[in-house]
Protein backbone atom coordinates (compact mmCIF):
# COMPACT_ATOMS: atom_id res chain seq x y z
CA UNK A 1 0.00 0.00 0.00
CA UNK A 2 1.34 3.54 -1.03
CA UNK A 3 0.71 6.80 0.90
CA UNK A 4 1.47 8.65 -1.96
CA UNK A 5 -1.04 11.34 -3.79
CA UNK A 6 -1.55 12.65 -7.32
CA UNK A 7 -1.49 15.75 -5.52
CA UNK A 8 -1.25 17.78 -2.32
CA UNK A 9 -3.30 17.25 0.54
CA UNK A 10 -6.32 19.90 0.45
CA UNK A 11 -7.10 21.61 3.98
CA UNK A 12 -11.02 20.78 4.78
CA UNK A 13 -11.47 23.79 6.81
CA UNK A 14 -14.39 22.88 9.35
CA UNK A 15 -16.39 25.06 11.20
CA UNK A 16 -16.83 23.71 15.51
CA UNK A 17 -20.14 24.38 16.55
CA UNK A 18 -21.87 23.48 19.41
CA UNK A 19 -25.76 22.01 19.12
CA UNK A 20 -28.17 20.36 21.10
CA UNK A 21 -28.96 17.24 20.82
CA UNK A 22 -32.99 17.38 20.46
CA UNK A 23 -32.27 20.81 18.01
CA UNK A 24 -30.33 17.80 15.40
CA UNK A 25 -33.36 15.34 15.98
CA UNK A 26 -35.40 18.74 15.28
CA UNK A 27 -33.29 19.17 11.78
CA UNK A 28 -33.88 15.11 10.96
CA UNK A 29 -37.31 15.25 11.72
CA UNK A 30 -37.88 17.85 9.37
CA UNK A 31 -36.01 16.52 6.59
CA UNK A 32 -32.91 19.21 6.95
CA UNK A 33 -30.81 16.32 8.48
CA UNK A 34 -30.12 12.84 7.05
CA UNK A 35 -28.38 10.59 8.23
CA UNK A 36 -29.50 7.11 6.32
CA UNK A 37 -30.64 6.13 2.85
CA UNK A 38 -29.37 7.75 -0.75
CA UNK A 39 -28.20 10.40 0.76
CA UNK A 40 -25.62 8.84 2.30
CA UNK A 41 -24.66 5.78 0.89
CA UNK A 42 -20.98 5.59 2.29
CA UNK A 43 -23.13 5.55 5.43
CA UNK A 44 -23.87 1.95 7.85
CA UNK A 45 -26.96 0.93 9.23
CA UNK A 46 -27.79 0.94 12.71
CA UNK A 47 -25.35 -1.05 15.01
CA UNK A 48 -25.09 -0.33 18.36
CA UNK A 49 -26.84 -2.01 20.71
CA UNK A 50 -29.39 -1.31 23.27
CA UNK A 51 -27.01 -0.82 26.20
CA UNK A 52 -24.44 1.19 23.82
CA UNK A 53 -27.38 3.68 23.14
CA UNK A 54 -28.09 3.43 26.84
CA UNK A 55 -24.41 4.85 28.39
CA UNK A 56 -24.85 7.75 25.75
CA UNK A 57 -27.68 8.86 28.16
CA UNK A 58 -25.35 8.43 30.74
CA UNK A 59 -22.83 10.24 28.99
CA UNK A 60 -24.81 13.05 28.28
CA UNK A 61 -26.11 13.04 31.78
CA UNK A 62 -23.37 12.81 33.21
CA UNK A 63 -21.20 15.74 31.28
CA UNK A 64 -18.45 13.35 29.74
CA UNK A 65 -17.39 14.77 26.55
CA UNK A 66 -19.38 12.91 23.54
CA UNK A 67 -17.05 13.26 19.89
CA UNK A 68 -18.51 15.42 18.11
CA UNK A 69 -20.97 14.81 14.96
CA UNK A 70 -19.14 15.83 11.31
CA UNK A 71 -22.33 17.18 9.07
CA UNK A 72 -22.21 18.43 6.08
CA UNK A 73 -23.37 21.68 4.58
CA UNK A 74 -24.41 20.78 0.96
CA UNK A 75 -24.63 23.16 -1.98
CA UNK A 76 -28.51 24.50 -1.50
CA UNK A 77 -28.26 25.52 -5.09
CA UNK A 78 -27.34 21.60 -6.35
CA UNK A 79 -29.92 20.32 -3.69
CA UNK A 80 -33.54 19.28 -4.94
CA UNK A 81 -36.49 19.99 -3.38
CA UNK A 82 -36.50 16.58 -0.94
CA UNK A 83 -32.84 16.94 -0.51
CA UNK A 84 -31.10 17.35 2.88
CA UNK A 85 -29.22 20.26 3.58
CA UNK A 86 -26.88 18.45 5.79
CA UNK A 87 -26.17 15.52 6.31
CA UNK A 88 -23.92 13.21 9.22
CA UNK A 89 -20.72 11.85 8.15
CA UNK A 90 -19.90 10.87 10.69
CA UNK A 91 -22.18 10.03 14.39
CA UNK A 92 -25.54 8.79 13.05
CA UNK A 93 -24.86 5.98 15.46
CA UNK A 94 -24.75 8.79 18.35
CA UNK A 95 -28.01 10.61 16.77
CA UNK A 96 -29.94 7.57 16.45
CA UNK A 97 -29.55 6.88 19.90
CA UNK A 98 -30.80 10.31 20.96
CA UNK A 99 -33.54 10.08 18.17
CA UNK A 100 -34.90 7.02 20.24
CA UNK A 101 -34.48 8.21 23.50
CA UNK A 102 -36.26 11.72 22.43
CA UNK A 103 -39.10 9.38 20.74
CA UNK A 104 -39.52 7.66 24.03
CA UNK A 105 -38.59 4.22 22.69
CA UNK A 106 -34.97 4.13 24.66
CA UNK A 107 -35.26 3.70 28.35
CA UNK A 108 -32.69 4.12 30.76
CA UNK A 109 -32.48 3.62 34.89
CA UNK A 110 -35.28 5.39 36.87
CA UNK A 111 -32.38 5.61 39.25
CA UNK A 112 -30.46 8.23 37.14
CA UNK A 113 -33.48 11.09 37.86
CA UNK A 114 -34.66 12.78 41.47
CA UNK A 115 -37.84 11.17 42.15
CA UNK A 116 -39.61 14.61 41.51
CA UNK A 117 -38.58 14.47 38.53
CA UNK A 118 -39.70 11.19 37.55
CA UNK A 119 -43.83 11.28 36.46
CA UNK A 120 -43.95 7.33 35.61
CA UNK A 121 -41.52 4.67 35.29
CA UNK A 122 -41.74 1.33 33.66
CA UNK A 123 -40.79 -2.00 35.05
CA UNK A 124 -37.99 -4.19 33.55
CA UNK A 125 -35.71 -7.13 34.72
CA UNK A 126 -32.86 -4.85 35.54
CA UNK A 127 -35.82 -2.82 37.76
CA UNK A 128 -37.92 0.82 36.97
CA UNK A 129 -36.62 2.33 33.51
CA UNK A 130 -37.94 5.93 31.80
CA UNK A 131 -38.26 7.40 28.82
CA UNK A 132 -37.42 11.10 27.73
CA UNK A 133 -41.41 11.47 27.97
CA UNK A 134 -41.54 9.86 31.13
CA UNK A 135 -40.34 12.89 32.73
CA UNK A 136 -41.55 15.82 34.49
CA UNK A 137 -41.31 19.27 32.50
CA UNK A 138 -38.42 19.91 34.71
CA UNK A 139 -36.69 16.79 33.58
CA UNK A 140 -37.07 17.25 30.30
CA UNK A 141 -35.49 20.24 30.19
CA UNK A 142 -32.33 19.14 32.86
CA UNK A 143 -31.30 16.49 30.23
CA UNK A 144 -31.57 18.72 26.94
CA UNK A 145 -29.93 21.29 28.76
CA UNK A 146 -26.93 18.59 29.18
CA UNK A 147 -27.50 16.72 25.95
CA UNK A 148 -24.97 19.37 24.21
CA UNK A 149 -22.82 18.07 21.14
CA UNK A 150 -19.99 19.28 19.39
CA UNK A 151 -20.25 19.51 15.47
CA UNK A 152 -18.01 19.97 13.28
CA UNK A 153 -19.48 21.65 10.26
CA UNK A 154 -17.57 20.43 6.45
CA UNK A 155 -18.51 22.06 3.21
CA UNK A 156 -17.21 19.54 0.99
CA UNK A 157 -18.41 18.88 -2.72
CA UNK A 158 -20.47 15.51 -3.18
CA UNK A 159 -21.04 12.30 -2.06
CA UNK A 160 -17.27 10.99 -2.70
CA UNK A 161 -15.55 14.06 -0.71
CA UNK A 162 -18.06 13.13 2.25
CA UNK A 163 -17.14 9.03 2.15
CA UNK A 164 -13.14 10.09 2.51
CA UNK A 165 -13.70 12.06 5.11
CA UNK A 166 -15.97 9.51 6.49
CA UNK A 167 -12.89 6.75 5.74
CA UNK A 168 -10.56 9.52 7.16
CA UNK A 169 -12.29 9.55 10.69
CA UNK A 170 -13.06 5.95 10.91
CA UNK A 171 -11.03 3.81 8.92
CA UNK A 172 -7.53 4.63 10.28
CA UNK A 173 -7.51 4.24 14.16
CA UNK A 174 -7.00 1.02 16.33
CA UNK A 175 -10.21 -0.29 17.20
CA UNK A 176 -10.39 -1.01 21.33
CA UNK A 177 -10.19 -4.70 21.99
CA UNK A 178 -12.12 -6.82 24.33
CA UNK A 179 -9.00 -7.26 26.34
CA UNK A 180 -8.80 -3.47 25.81
CA UNK A 181 -12.09 -2.76 27.46
CA UNK A 182 -11.83 -5.66 30.28
CA UNK A 183 -8.87 -4.10 31.62
CA UNK A 184 -10.60 -0.29 31.86
CA UNK A 185 -13.68 -1.39 33.86
CA UNK A 186 -11.27 -3.84 36.10
CA UNK A 187 -9.68 -0.86 36.47
CA UNK A 188 -12.82 0.96 36.90
CA UNK A 189 -13.90 -1.23 39.21
CA UNK A 190 -11.06 -1.13 41.90
CA UNK A 191 -11.59 0.23 45.44
CA UNK A 192 -8.55 1.53 45.71
Known amino acids: ?3 QTAGLIEHMSLNMTARTADGLI ?3 KSGDLAWEGPHVPYQRGAVWTCDQQIQLIA ?3 S ?3 IPAIILNRRDWDACGPDDPYYVVIDGQQR ?3 FAAWY ?3 LAVPASWWPANWVEQTRDTDDGPYVTFNDLTVVGR ?3 SSRAIISVAEASVCGIRAEAEVYLRVNGYGTAQTDEDMANAAR ?3 DPA
Open 1 to 3: MTH
Open 26 to 28: QMA
Open 59 to 61: SAL
Open 63 to 65: GTP
Open 95 to 97: LRA
Open 103 to 105: DGT
Open 141 to 143: RFF
Open 187 to 189: VAA
